[in-house]
């Protein structure tokens, strides 16, 4: 469903390089649920913008879905992300002067969609999050959790292919970061492929594979020596 | 997408009322500006003629002598408007000139009133194309034998005979009965072309009299007499034999061909008057004493648009261009200050040409507001002008096109403004702002 081949990012001044990425190579199965951890710096989020076409790169192979979308247009770019990747993200990035159903709506009308499955799209979505209530609530008005929510089902509503979520709990309180992931698991469940970024390695060990990045690159396990298993 | 756009540009303009207001005023004040000083430049060289403008023409003579004035003189003296009326070669011809008489009726009740008169040939009425309510120009033979016959306004008719059809009936100029043969409509042309040097902007009399009474009631003038050498005026006969100049004579000339034949006939017309001793200027042949110019040529060469006008609309201008300047830095703050939000919905799926497009109809939004609100600004500041240095009022009309062309020009300077922020906001990298959100 993703492949990265040999994917290198580096970003350049007049003065330094700096690797955000290199050789860096993953696989993710339709359906599966990836965490990805690491040290800050290691590259993660650079990944995520990668993954999501938010951000190019400099050399290497991306495909998505067995399409190859190394080398895509703006406009393409943007399409793709419409209709096939949800994002999520650890500052919620609701719009304020939108109310949760007008802010569900925003990718659904880049699509062109029309009014009334717009309408029954952003209901069920809201629904789905436990929110169908609050539909013509603002933002500011919910919760941090509740806002962290209104993103999932913005991402749900266009019914993407993939989620990509960057530290989703990171800014919600434990009880609060508990709903969110059953929530996540939930849509796992359902079949949609999610790859995660987090810090929180109670989380990332909820998720069905776990990989960690470091320097740019995907560790790699089979190397690793579980020496302290002997001990216990 | 364009009333989602719509929705979400209100939105915007409604968030942020006060840099709204600044954008809004800033456009508003330079259209204000612009349209006062474009309105009175398009009334000023409109040229009222139309499609005539080319057939109807201005006779105009050398007549001064040596070293005397450098450029045609817009009218002529007595004696040559007398001369020319007689050339029997022209179709339409009108001598003209202004007059100021008291014109009263029968009735005792309606107060006489001190009108501004056009003294003229039946000519002029074809010539200007002067429409006609009730009846028509006087005869003919009244140009060559003096009759007391007069057209009257629609307004003047209103008021001295209730509107009624008053073909037949007599009023009082200066107290001497004059039979009314027609009645015209409404007619006053801006600029009034027929005779600028009155007043560009005046409006057109309401009393037209035949030109061959002029030696016999010696009307005044209620114009410009220009002279270029000392001559006694004791009587009026001394102005009419003199070589002042006071008359406008007009002609309808129908193609380049008539133009020539005209314009030779008035060349042997000087040579014959120089072996009179008239046209003394000898530093020039005699087909350079004579010019015939269409509408067009004679609202220029009497400058009925100054220069002024010009210098102003370029100013106003380079004022609308500093408002622009001033709205774009405006927007480029609104617009960056929402990149975040334009990076979460280009994460979401908006492509660069949705973002540009959103952010050019929230332009287009605020120029619009900005050009109806200029509008008013025009609108005032022409009826200040009009009641505090009393220009003319048929300057401060706002002109019809106006009211439509200023939200066009309002929208097309905030669109011009808008490119550059709109442009940068739609490049923003989305990645940038959605971790620092």
């Not at chain 1, 696989?27 to 993660?44: D, I, L, M, R």
């Not at chain 1, 990747?85 to 159903?101: K, R, S, T, V, Y």
């Not at chain 2, 380049?256 to 040579?271: M, N, P």
């Amino acid at each position: 469903m993703l492949s990265m081949k040999n994917i290198n990012k580096v970003f350049k001044t007049d003065l330094v390089e700096t690797h955000a990425l290199r050789d860096f190579n993953l696989e993710v199965n339709e359906g599966e649920f990836v965490a990805v951890t690491g040290p800050s710096g290691s590259g993660k989020t650079t990944f995520l913008n990668i993954a999501g076409l938010l951000e190019g790169f400099t050399t290497g192979e991306f495909s998505l879905d067995g399409v190859n979308v190394s080398n895509l247009s703006d406009n393409h770019s943007a399409k793709v992300r419409n209709e096939k990747i949800g994002f999520i993200f650890q500052g919620f990035n609701l719009i304020p002067d939108l109310n949760l159903a007008e802010n569900v709506e925003v990718p659904l009308r880049y699509r062109g969609m029309n009014a009334s499955e717009r309408k029954r799209r952003v209901e069920s979505a809201l629904e789905q999050v436990g929110l169908g209530a609050r539909m013509k609530h603002l933002p500011t008005q919910l919760s941090g959790g509740q806002q962290q929510r209104v993103a999932i089902a913005r991402a749900l509503a266009g019914e993407p292919r993939f989620l990509l979520a960057d530290e989703p709990t990171g800014n919600l309180d434990s009880l609060m970061a508990r709903q969110v992931m059953e929530l996540l698991e939930n849509i796992n469940q359902q079949g949609t492929t999610i790859i995660m970024v987090t810090h929180d390695p109670e989380l990332a060990r909820r998720a069905q594979r776990n990989i960690q990045i470091v320097d740019g690159q995907v560790c790699d396990f089979s190397m690793y020596q579980p020496a302290a298993t002997g001990t216990r | 997408m364009f009333f989602y756009y719509c929705d979400l540009a209100w939105r915007s303009i409604r968030k942020t009322p006060m840099l709204s207001m600044l954008m809004v005023l800033a456009i508003s004040i330079g259209i204000g500006i612009t349209i006062t000083t474009l309105n009175v430049y398009k009334t000023m060289s409109y040229n009222p003629a139309g499609d005539r403008s080319e057939v109807i023409n201005s006779v105009q003579l050398w007549s001064q002598g040596l070293d005397t004035w450098d450029e045609f003189s817009s009218n002529m003296t007595y004696t040559d408007a007398m001369n020319l009326r007689n050339n029997n070669e022209l179709s339409f011809k009108a001598a003209t000139f202004r007059t100021g008489l008291a014109m009263q009726s029968d009735n005792p009740k309606i107060e006489p009133v001190l009108q501004s008169v056009r003294v003229t040939d039946r000519d002029f009425f074809k010539i200007f194309s002067v429409p006609f309510l009730y009846g028509s120009y006087w005869d003919v033979s009244v140009d060559e034998r003096p009759a007391y016959q007069v057209v009257i306004s629609q307004k003047l008719n209103l008021r001295f005979f209730e509107g009624k059809n008053s073909v037949g009936k007599t009023v009082f100029l200066d107290r001497k009965p004059y039979q009314i043969v027609g009645v015209i409509e409404d007619w006053n042309p801006q600029p009034k072309y027929y005779d600028p040097l009155n007043g560009a902007f005046n409006d057109a009399e309401e009393i037209f009299i035949p030109f061959s009474l002029t030696a016999q009631e010696e009307f005044d003038v209620w114009g410009n007499t220009s002279g270029w050498k000392f001559e006694p005026m004791l009587t009026y006969n001394d102005r009419l034999l003199s070589e002042k100049v006071w008359i406008q004579f007009w002609t309808e000339l129908s193609n380049q061909e008539q133009k020539q034949s005209y314009l030779a006939w008035l060349t042997r017309y000087v040579e014959q008057q120089r072996t009179m001793g008239r046209f003394t200027d000898s530093a020039k042949t005699p087909s350079e004493l004579v010019q015939i110019s269409h509408v067009e040529k004679w609202l220029e060469d009497n400058n009925v648009v100054p220069k002024d006008t010009r210098i102003l609309v370029g100013l106003s201008l380079l004022f609308l261009s500093v408002c622009l300047v001033n709205i774009l830095g405006l927007l480029l703050t609104k617009f960056l200050k929402r990149a975040p939000e334009v990076g979460v919905r280009r994460a979401i799926g908006a492509s660069r040409g949705q973002i540009f497009s959103q952010y050019m109809v929230e332009v287009s939004m605020i120029g619009f507001i900005g050009g109806v609100v200029g509008l008013l600004w025009a609108f005032g500041s022409l009826t200040a002008l009009h009641a505090y240095f009393e220009v003319d009022q048929s300057l401060i009309g706002l002109d019809m096109s106006m009211w439509f062309i200023t939200p066009l020009i309002a929208i097309s300077t905030a669109v011009i403004a808008g490119i550059y922020p709109a442009w940068v906001v739609c490049r923003t990298k989305p990645s940038v702002y959605l971790k620092a959100q």
